[in-house]
């Protein structure tokens, strides 16, 4: 069953080109980056973008200047060296030195400063999920119109991992026989939020800015850093954390883009602290002849953390990054196999790299990225209206449900607005 040579050589195609070149691209001039979000991930995307040898630092940018120093030192750990810090990202955007930046923020910020850098020229690299809400990911993809020359990539780097391009094309190659049923799912422990009252805020946070576009709300210690994950104004849970990084391998794996329905039901079911979006979850995306299933429980340790799995007639495949393994449904005659994981960050900003420079397509354009998010947010209306939803995309709506609609799109606070880069 396993014919390993042929989907290992239609990938190593396209895997050629993360190979880097060291001496050539030492007698180019490296691209200037600046890095608007400092904690965790865009700590992690800079030193990856340094490491593939297309990019230098040029700025650090966080409202937080605690997190700001502390990033900055860090970084100078891995030898790394950032002296030009900033509190207020139009500074970056507004640098005509700077080419790239990299949208590391919460999450209800990520389309409306992409769609700045875009009017600013600037190409751009945002951490999924690629928006807050649907409005603001159609918004950015109406921005990018205005500027075609701008690259936009979204931080989902499993698309750029060699293990994942070998398993895709293995599915593709029909080894699998016919898929009906797709499952992913994120499976692990959140430690509670306590209560505690609201404070002042700290003098290092600029809270304010912090706050954006998202409704001024007083500060509280627990809905900041990463805990913004769980609180409705700022962060799109963990279906938007991780979600988007599996739901979205299903989708490019099968090829597929909007269900016909979604129905999802979860809740505040264990944990039952001051998050906001579910503990547990589970989504069923409905497609022709096959059915898409989501899964979230955040009060577990046990089963794998998370995963893709594909069901066919001839066998199954079950994909993570550590390595992905394939169950022929005749198993005395072909036993199961496993293959090796790879790298997926250094790859994906080379690949990032690539697409400014035309040599390729990015792995994770905008525009996938704007049909995953959307699926999340799908996931998540369902959940919190309480129903199956359909959705319009000509028309940006849920189907004959005024209410579950009113989630597509929200006010922003003043003086932000997206709807002016449209």
């Not at 400092?38 to 040898?53: I, M, N, P, T």
């Not at 030192?73 to 900033?86: C, R, T």
């Not at 699998?176 to 509670?192: C, M």
């Not at 069901?311 to 550590?322: A, C, E, F, Q, S």
């Amino acid at each position: 069953m396993l014919n390993r040579r042929q989907f290992i050589a239609s990938s190593a195609v396209a895997m050629a080109s993360t190979t880097l070149t060291r001496k050539a691209r030492a007698q180019s001039p490296k691209m200037r980056a600046g890095i608007i979000g400092c904690r965790r991930r865009g700590a992690d995307v800079a030193e990856k973008l340094v490491k593939s040898g297309y990019f230098e630092i040029k700025t650090l940018c966080d409202c937080d200047e605690k997190e700001l120093r502390s990033v900055q030192k860090e970084l100078a750990s891995k030898n790394i060296n950032v002296s030009n810090l900033e509190k207020d990202f139009r500074r970056v955007l507004d640098d005509k030195e700077i080419d790239v930046v990299v949208v590391a923020t919460p999450d209800h910020w990520h389309s409306l400063i992409t769609a700045m850098a875009i009017s600013a020229e600037k190409h751009v690299y945002v951490e999924k999920p690629f928006s807050y809400n649907i409005f603001d990911g159609y918004a950015v993809l109406q921005a990018m119109k205005k500027h075609p020359k701008q690259v936009v990539v979204v931080g989902s780097q499993q698309r750029s991992g060699k293990h994942f391009h070998e398993a895709r094309a293995f599915i593709q190659s029909g080894e699998l026989g016919k898929i009906a049923f797709a499952r992913s799912a994120t499976i692990h422990w959140r430690k509670p939020l306590p209560r505690v009252p609201d404070t002042e805020p700290p003098p290092h946070l600029d809270y304010n800015m912090w706050t954006g576009p998202a409704p001024m709300k007083p500060y509280n210690q627990y809905r900041v850093h990463y805990n913004w994950h769980f609180m409705l104004d700022y962060g799109t849970g963990d279906t938007g954390n991780w979600a988007a990084h599996w739901l979205d391998i299903v989708r490019w794996f099968l090829n597929i883009d909007y269900p016909l329905r979604v129905h999802a039901h979860g809740g505040q079911f264990v944990t039952r602290d001051i998050k906001e979006w579910p503990d547990t979850q589970t989504a069923i995306l409905e497609y022709p002849e096959l059915t898409v299933l989501w899964e979230l429980r955040l009060w577990s340790e046990y089963g794998t953390d998370s995963f893709a799995e594909f069901h066919g007639d001839k066998g199954t495949l079950v994909i993570t990054r550590n390595d992905w393994k394939v169950f022929p449904n005749n198993s005395k005659k072909f036993p199961p196999k496993t293959f090796p994981g790879s790298d997926i960050d250094i790859p994906h900003a080379v690949n990032f790299a690539k697409a400014i420079l035309g040599e390729e397509k990015p792995n994770a354009p905008a525009e996938e990225g704007h049909i995953t998010a959307v699926l999340c947010h799908l996931c998540n209306i369902s959940t919190m209206v309480s129903r199956p939803v359909v959705f319009d995309p000509q028309n940006l709506t849920i189907k004959d449900d005024p209410e579950a609609s009113q989630w597509i799109k929200r006010t922003y606070r003043e003086p932000w607005n997206i709807e002016q880069y449209i």
